[in-house]
């Protein structure tokens, strides 16, 4: 995976450099957004050595219905035909999503690499909904960066305009996909005990 990055890391120089040098002058941080790129932390710390890594974490058995939500729907917006079956068949591909799994991947990682542990801060996605401003406090104050006004203006003004749930609200639930409580908190045991369950 190490070439891999390497060619990612060729890619973003080239997005940033199209975009002038304003970025780089600044010495401004760039946030990315992609899970799956937790099962990967060896190759992405050799390509970036310099990385610091923001975690939300929720209950994975909102997060397993949510995913079968979503591709259940997908499917409908191509025509095909739901039914139990393929409701169940859903469930089962989703419980052990190449996704989740790069979530056992980081809690190994952790476990593996104490002295990297200042590289990470983990965020209750609850306390992310409930307040996103007081998260992005934590995760500024956690890695030594300044929040400016006009910064936290702008995300009061973003959040003014864009409540949650402001398209209306996706609701979703495991028995639908022929899933139990138990079963996914079974596969994800090592996840939740390294997360504390007990805040979800």
């Known amino acids: 995976m190490v070439e891999a990055y390497r060619f990612h890391k060729k890619q973003l120089q080239l997005i940033l450099l199209a975009r002038g040098t304003d970025f780089i002058e600044k010495r401004q ?10 099962a990967h932390l060896d190759a992405i710390l050799e390509v970036y050595p310099d990385a610091r890594f923001i975690h939300t974490f929720r209950n994975p058995c909102a997060t397993v219905a949510s995913l079968c939500s979503l591709k259940e729907w997908t499917l409908r917006m191509y025509g ?6 393929t409701l169940e068949k859903i ?8 996704l989740f799994q790069s979530g056992n991947e980081l809690v190994k990682f952790r476990k593996k690499n104490k002295e990297e542990e200042s590289r990470f801060i983990d965020i209750n996605y609850e306390d992310l909904v409930a307040s996103p401003i007081e998260a992005v406090r934590r995760v ?8 400016s006004d006009q910064a936290l203006e ?4 973003y959040q003014r305009e864009n409540p949650q749930n402001k398209y209306g609200r996706h609701k979703y639930n495991l028995a639908r996909y022929g899933l139990g409580e138990d079963e996914v908190l079974e596969y994800f045991k ?4 390294y997360f504390d369950a007990s805040r979800w």
């Open 29 to 38: 941080q760039l946030f990315l957004k992609e899970a799956m790129h937790s």
């Open 91 to 98: 469930g089962q591909i989703f419980l052990r999503n190449p």
């Open 154 to 157: 702008k995300m009061n003004a």
């Open 80 to 85: 095909c035909k739901i039914d139990k079956s």
């Open 140 to 147: 500024y104050g956690h890695f030594g960066m300044t929040l």
């Open 190 to 193: 090592e996840y939740i005990d």
